[in-house]
């Protein structure tokens, strides 16, 4: 990950961390910041109802700063490597019924209905279904080959390839 894309990531995280910390804490040294205060934090973005991996990412973007500080001897340990991870949620997506994607195209601007029915029909997301391109359809062999933008979940390449058949149902 390149520098300016860690902070376009870092930086709401960072903010919301600071706003978590008392006012009197907020501009306190960084060598002074406690696991219990990173604890704190985790326990107030689980209340918000964030997953997992997003509180997860979050405590991975306070690592990757307090580590930056340690190597440049500006604190002496990293208090974020005392915080556990959450457990990976094994979460259960409940499909569209034909009736509600029904009801959704019926409440939608016409230039949404091609990205919902893509969703509903090949499970494309929002951002698969934005982001495809001619140079993503293969009419010859009826084929739609992309590169799914899934979130930092897990590290593997997302090459997909989907028939037409599916929009063909």
Not at 56 to 66: D, M, Q, S
Not at 71 to 80: K, W
Not at 86 to 102: A, C, M, Y
Request: some cysteine; aromatic content about 8%.
């Amino acid at each position: 990950m390149e520098c300016a894309e860690f902070v376009e990531f870092a930086e709401p995280v960072l903010h919301t961390f600071l706003t978590s910390l008392p006012e009197k804490r907020r501009n306190a040294s960084v060598a002074s910041i406690t696991a219990m205060e990173i604890e704190r934090f985790r326990k107030a973005e689980i209340q918000t109802r964030k997953t997992a991996v997003t509180v997860n990412f979050a405590i991975k973007v306070l690592r990757a700063v307090f580590n930056t500080a340690r190597r440049r001897g500006i604190t002496p340990m990293n208090p974020a490597e005392a915080v556990e991870f959450l457990p990976k949620e094994t979460e259960e997506r409940i499909p569209f019924t034909e009736d509600q994607v029904r009801s959704v195209l019926a409440v939608t601007d016409q230039e949404w209905h091609g990205m919902i029915l893509l969703g509903y029909f090949c499970g494309l997301r929002l951002t698969d279904a934005a982001n495809l391109t001619w140079t993503n359809v293969d009419l010859l062999h009826r084929v739609l080959r992309f590169r799914a933008k899934r979130p930092q979940i897990e590290r593997k390449d997302w090459k997909r390839t989907l028939s037409f058949t599916c929009i063909l149902r």
